[in-house]
């Protein structure tokens, strides 16, 4: 099993940053990929960015070139830093991971909220 903590979430005018981190636990060795999804009131979750344990990166159209998705192995914790933020970015962002063994492992979940 793999347990994912985040953390860095919280209340940013627009246009500001934030940094959001994934700490990963247990079975870290058998995560090949790491996502960032986000759930907005009323909305349906929606995968935001991704990172494979090779190191490739993807993001969602609406977020490309403010965010940016990175890992630090040492630390077993992934991050999503997060710049020129809008109102429009605001949701709850989850961690989520696959791994080999085709199960995916979510985290509680971090409130982002981004006032104009």
């Known amino acids: 099993q793999v347990q994912l903590v985040e953390s860095g979430g919280g209340l940013v005018q627009a246009g500001g940053s934030l940094r959001l981190s994934c700490a990963a636990s247990g079975s870290i060795l058998t995560i090949t990929v790491t996502d960032w999804y986000r759930q907005a009131p009323g909305k349906q979750r929606e995968l935001v960015a991704t990172i494979t344990a090779g190191g490739s990166t993807d993001y969602v159209d609406s977020v490309k070139g403010r965010f940016t998705i990175s890992r630090d192995n040492a630390k077993n914790t992934v991050y999503l830093q997060m710049n020129n933020l809008n109102p429009e970015d605001t949701a709850v962002y989850y961690c989520?991971?696959?791994?080999?063994?085709?199960?995916?492992?979510w985290g509680q979940g971090t409130q982002v909220t981004v006032s104009s």
């Open positions: 989520s991971v696959r791994t080999s063994h085709f199960y995916r492992y």
